[in-house]
């Protein structure tokens, strides 16, 4: 708050409160603000509202230790891993049905061909 107010009194022109008072007999004159000045205006409001916020979220919590692992647990497969396996089951897959494919084909043509010469 101490920065808001050295920032009022130099910006806007206030004169400080003597005794803890202000002058209320002093005309109060409108000034143009330049563009510097009411960004740094906003920039000391928002800064205002988030030093509490960061004041208040500090804990005095411990860190946790971890725990010692009982058992050697399987990593989580990463993105790459389990794209890898995908890849790999759909060529299995795929060479299967090139290899049943093959099969019935030379079957079908061992079928034409020993079954023309029995007609004969």
Do not use: C, W
């Amino acid at each position: 708050m101490l920065v808001h107010f050295a920032f009022m009194y130099r910006v806007l022109n206030v004169k400080r409160p003597s005794q803890g008072r202000f002058d209320m007999n002093r005309e109060i004159k409108s000034e143009v603000i330049s563009r510097r000045s009411a960004l740094s205006l906003l920039g000391m409001a928002a800064l205002g509202l988030a030093v509490p916020t960061t004041v208040l979220t500090v804990s005095d919590a411990e860190a946790q230790q971890p725990a010692a692992p009982t058992a050697p647990a399987a990593a989580p497969m990463t993105g790459t891993e389990r794209r890898q396996e995908r890849r790999t089951r759909r060529v299995r897959r795929r060479v299967y049905r090139r290899k049943a494919r093959r099969k019935g084909r030379e079957e079908r043509r061992e079928l034409r061909r020993t079954g023309s010469e029995e007609k004969k």
